[in-house]
């Protein structure tokens, strides 16, 4: 079992940036981490991934925007956010799966709020 913990969220204005973080209890280092966001009304949508080869998948609507990273020595994920736009208040989750298990993970969420 892996608990995913986020931090990082806030109010930032259109413009600003903000960095999310999700550590984990465990080494993730076999995982696929990805960041997923869900807005009000709206269904969980994934939008960044890493493979735990390190490949990089974005969504068309925060590529160049965003970058997913991870540190395996610290177990942790991150989402860096640029140039944020009102479209991206969410709030916002990191999972991790593990292929060889079959288990996947979520952090609790962290509400992101973009406005002036």
């Known amino acids: 079992q892996v608990q995913l913990v986020e931090s990082g969220g806030g109010l930032v204005q259109p413009g600003g940036s903000l960095r999310l973080s999700c550590t984990a209890s465990g080494s993730i280092r076999t995982a696929h981490a990805a960041w997923y966001r869900q807005a009000p009304g709206k269904q969980r949508d994934l939008f960044a991934r890493?493979?735990?080869?390190?490949?990089?998948n974005y969504a068309d609507s925060v590529k160049g925007r965003f970058t997913i990273s991870r540190d395996h020595a610290k177990n942790t994920v991150y989402l860096q956010m640029n140039s944020l736009e009102p479209e991206d208040t969410a709030v916002y989750y990191c999972?991790?799966?593990?292929?060889?298990?079959?288990?996947?993970?979520w952090g609790q969420g962290t509400q992101v709020t973009v406005s002036s």
């Open positions: 890493m493979s735990r080869g390190g490949s990089l």
């Open positions: 999972n991790c799966a593990f292929p060889l298990s079959g288990n996947a993970y």
